[in-house]
């Protein structure tokens, strides 16, 4: 097992930690946006173990459900936490469980901190609770982001197939429609989606205009889920091929790098009036340009600074300047004809694919190189690292500013101590039948389905 140990800020460039550990472990190639552009990509904050689906996969533990929910002085006084690790400009993803089953006033002012951080903010939800006036306060707080996670392994009824839930999407986008959010939608892939990727990948070409950003997640055998091992012909390349194939152009996946290669692929869709294009397609300019960083760019707060580092690159560095003028030339051209069906307007659509690991096989080079975190008791940690050992970072024991000093609040009674007292091992813990979720669940109905057999056989001997 992976040493939970997070990763901390020593110096004045919050980007180095993670430029570091992507050097060593052979990543930090010429493309390598992360250590780079930004200190981390996003950074999980999870505000409840609750959740209302009972998916066939989920990241979620067994006894997660028995977690009390955070409370919110903790919760803050985390945003600041990542805010000393990485700075301004950092994604928070507000996330669960579901959040939405939070107060509306807990919700509101997790969204409020971020934003006085200087942090952008994402709302991580399957929507079933998301109403449009919950989502109307959260944009007035100042929410940045709503992630929507729709897809099969969430089994909602009458739904069976991947296709079929383009009708929940629409509703969503709908939903969030005039608030000022960008909208993403998450999708897990697994051996039941994963020869309708083509035609869901048609959907969100169709839907440029209203979707900034499409995650693919690919099953992994880790937390609560009846459905385990992934199928051998789902691989980071098989999906991408697939995604290709729905867009309707090549695309380059390898062109921009987002952290550690066997983790995540990314690449980049610009699309105005039914017309599409790939950008990056001109890999000797990206590498270029992404130097261009490291010699420019000697902010402390981490995270890219788009508008400032561009016209710091058109002073001085004025031919590569011209080289960008002249690749955004191209990609004008190439558009042109929907640029005037859509009267100059055009959106960029972003496509990120995440080879989550098993929780029995994390890689050390991985964990160390994330770009994915989540924020716990003592520091950031690697999501895929957090997933493997979530009952010991949920339970332990979480410190809490008071008037008369500190404090340590426990998940599983929901009370305080003036002491962190050893977490309340939940091992043995029994959960009520209605709270069971996953393999827990399919078992308690496995058993109550053959005592019921039992009782029919016992019944007829007697006859």
């Given at each position: 097992m992976i040493s939970p140990s997070g990763r901390q800020f020593t110096g004045c460039d919050h980007r180095e930690p993670l430029r570091t550990a992507l050097k060593v472990h052979g990543e930090l190639g010429a493309r390598q946006t992360g250590g780079r552009l930004f200190p981390m990509a996003c950074v999980s904050l999870e505000i409840t173990q609750r959740c209302n689906l009972d998916?066939?996969?989920?990241?979620?533990?067994?006894?997660?459900?028995?977690?009390?929910?955070?409370?919110?002085?903790?919760?803050?006084?985390?945003?600041?936490?990542?805010?000393?690790?990485?700075?301004?400009?950092?994604?928070?993803?507000?996330?669960?469980?579901?959040?939405?089953?939070?107060?509306?006033?807990?919700?509101?002012?997790?969204?409020?901190?971020?934003?006085?951080?200087?942090m952008r903010s994402c709302f991580m939800t399957?929507?079933?609770?998301?109403?449009?006036?919950?989502?109307?306060?959260?944009?007035?707080?100042?929410?940045?982001?709503?992630?929507?996670?729709?897809?099969?392994?969430?089994?909602?009824?009458?739904?069976?197939?991947?296709?079929?839930?383009?009708?929940?999407?629409?509703?969503?986008?709908?939903?969030?429609e005039g608030l000022g959010l960008r909208i993403l939608f998450n999708t897990t892939v697994f051996e039941g989606n994963f020869t309708e990727l083509p035609d869901l990948v048609r959907y969100f070409r169709k839907r440029a205009d209203a979707i900034t950003l499409i995650s693919f997640q690919m099953q992994a055998d880790t937390g609560r889920g009846v459905l385990r091992e992934r199928d051998g012909e789902i691989t980071q390349s098989s999906v991408t091929n697939a995604i290709s194939d729905g867009i309707g152009i090549p695309l380059d996946f390898d062109a921009v790098s987002v952290g550690h290669s066997h983790c995540n692929r990314y690449t980049s869709l610009l699309v105005a009036g039914g017309e599409i294009i790939s950008p990056l397609t001109n890999r000797l300019l990206i590498e270029d340009a992404i130097a261009a960083l490291d010699d420019l760019d000697e902010r402390e707060e981490g995270n890219l600074n788009v508008r400032r580092t561009l016209r710091r690159i058109a002073v001085n560095k004025p031919t590569l300047a011209l080289r960008l003028l002249g690749e955004a030339g191209k990609w004008i051209w190439q558009l042109r004809r929907g640029l005037l069906r859509s009267r100059g307007r055009a959106s960029r659509m972003s496509i990120l694919v995440h080879n989550f690991m098993d929780a029995s096989k994390l890689e050390k080079s991985r964990c160390e190189s994330c770009v994915f975190m989540v924020a716990t008791e003592n520091g950031p940690l690697s999501m895929c690292v957090h997933n493997a050992e979530r009952d010991s970072h949920i339970f332990a024991p979480m410190r809490i500013e008071t008037e008369s000093g500190p404090r340590w609040w426990n998940a599983e009674t929901g009370e305080m101590s003036q002491r962190p007292d050893t977490p309340v091992n939940v091992a043995h813990e029994i959960i009520p039948r209605k709270r069971l979720k996953g393999r827990m669940k399919a078992e308690q109905v496995k058993v109550h389905s053959n005592m019921k057999d039992i009782k029919k056989r016992a019944g007829r001997n007697n006859t």
């Open positions: 998916c066939t996969l989920c990241y979620l533990s067994d006894r997660a459900e028995l977690a009390k929910d955070v409370p919110l002085p903790i919760l803050l006084a985390r945003i600041d936490m990542v805010f000393q690790h990485y700075g301004a400009g950092t994604s928070l993803q507000i996330s669960g469980g579901d959040p939405t089953l939070r107060k509306i006033e807990d919700l509101e002012a997790l969204v409020r901190h971020i934003r006085s951080r200087g399957n929507g079933i609770k998301a109403t449009r006036t919950m989502l109307e306060r959260l944009a007035a707080a100042g929410l940045d982001d709503l992630a929507l996670h729709v897809d099969l392994t969430q089994e909602r009824k009458g739904y069976d197939t991947e296709v079929s839930l383009n009708e929940v999407r629409d509703a969503y986008i709908q939903r969030a």
